[in-house]
């Protein structure tokens, strides 16, 4: 039986331990052969990686580095600049800033993100995730291929953290150990997870490695 099944849960907070969360909402479904996901804005919220802006302050070079940002991008208030250059550095993004710049003159995006990093690239400004964190900044996940190692051993399946959206675009962020990444992406083009209102973070897929996409 192949298949994708998004599992509803409860409002999971830093309060959670999101491996017995896994293991307590699978236990019933999962089987040898399986894949878990877990949406990866989750996984951080769990670690303690969501901030009210109100209580980030964002220094000189975050506030003039964010007024040329993407509108539609995750980097547009001060707070969430001053998140990037928390998580990778004041010279890198100055640096990933001037290089992203140079791009949107020749007309070519992502510039940015190729020099500021993938740490840079996960973070979500407000109104990125699930209520109630849709008011918070959510940074990404703190070693994600060690929580999905300790998910495979709690749960006897495959494990991934996935960046998924609706614009046909999945990034697995970590994984266990033997788990293609590139194929488990190829699985989440169509973004069966739900982080709003579907509440619905983490996926079980059946017989995964046998579903051709």
Same mark, same amino acid.
């Given at each position: 039986?192949?298949?994708?099944?998004? =599992?509803? @849960?409860?409002?999971? @907070?830093?309060?959670?331990?999101i491996?017995?969360?896994?293991?307590?909402?699978?236990?019933?479904?999962?089987?040898?052969?399986? #894949?878990?996901?877990?949406?990866?804005?989750?996984?951080? =919220?769990?670690?303690?990686?969501?901030? #009210?802006?109100? %209580?980030?302050?964002?220094?000189?070079?975050?506030?003039?580095?964010?007024?040329?940002?993407?509108?539609?991008?995750? &980097?547009?208030?001060p707070?969430?600049?001053q998140?990037?250059?928390?998580?990778?550095?004041?010279?890198?993004?100055?640096?990933?800033?001037?290089?992203?710049? #140079?791009g949107? #003159? &020749?007309?070519?995006?992502?510039w940015?993100?190729?020099?500021?990093?993938?740490?840079v690239? &996960?973070?979500?400004?407000v109104?990125?995730?699930?209520?109630?964190?849709?008011?918070?900044?959510?940074?990404?996940?703190?070693?994600?291929?060690?929580?999905?190692?300790?998910?495979?051993?709690?749960?006897?399946?495959d494990?991934?953290? =996935?960046?998924? %959206?609706? &614009?046909?675009?999945?990034?697995?962020?970590?994984?266990?150990?033997?788990?293609?990444?590139?194929?488990?992406?190829?699985?989440?083009?169509?973004?069966?997870?739900?982080?709003?209102?579907?509440?619905?973070?983490?996926?079980?897929?059946? %017989?995964?490695?046998?579903? %051709?996409?």
């Amino acid at each position: 039986m192949y298949g994708k099944i998004p =599992i509803k @849960t409860h409002i999971i @907070t830093e309060k959670d331990d999101i491996v017995e969360v896994v293991h307590n909402y699978t236990k019933d479904i999962r089987e040898p052969g399986d #894949l878990i996901s877990i949406a990866e804005s989750v996984v951080a =919220i769990t670690q303690g990686r969501a901030y #009210l802006p109100e %209580n980030i302050k964002p220094g000189f070079l975050a506030k003039i580095l964010c007024r040329f940002t993407d509108r539609n991008g995750s &980097l547009t208030s001060p707070q969430a600049m001053q998140c990037a250059i928390n998580e990778v550095g004041w010279f890198r993004i100055l640096i990933a800033s001037i290089i992203g710049g #140079l791009g949107k #003159l &020749l007309g070519r995006k992502g510039w940015f993100f190729i020099i500021a990093g993938r740490k840079v690239a &996960l973070i979500d400004d407000v109104a990125g995730t699930m209520p109630p964190y849709h008011r918070y900044i959510v940074l990404g996940p703190k070693d994600p291929d060690v929580v999905c190692e300790k998910i495979k051993q709690k749960t006897g399946v495959d494990a991934a953290i =996935i960046d998924a %959206n609706d &614009l046909r675009r999945a990034d697995c962020i970590g994984a266990s150990k033997g788990v293609d990444k590139k194929y488990v992406e190829s699985l989440f083009i169509d973004n069966p997870s739900g982080n709003a209102e579907q509440q619905t973070p983490i996926v079980v897929i059946k %017989n995964y490695k046998y579903i %051709n996409n």
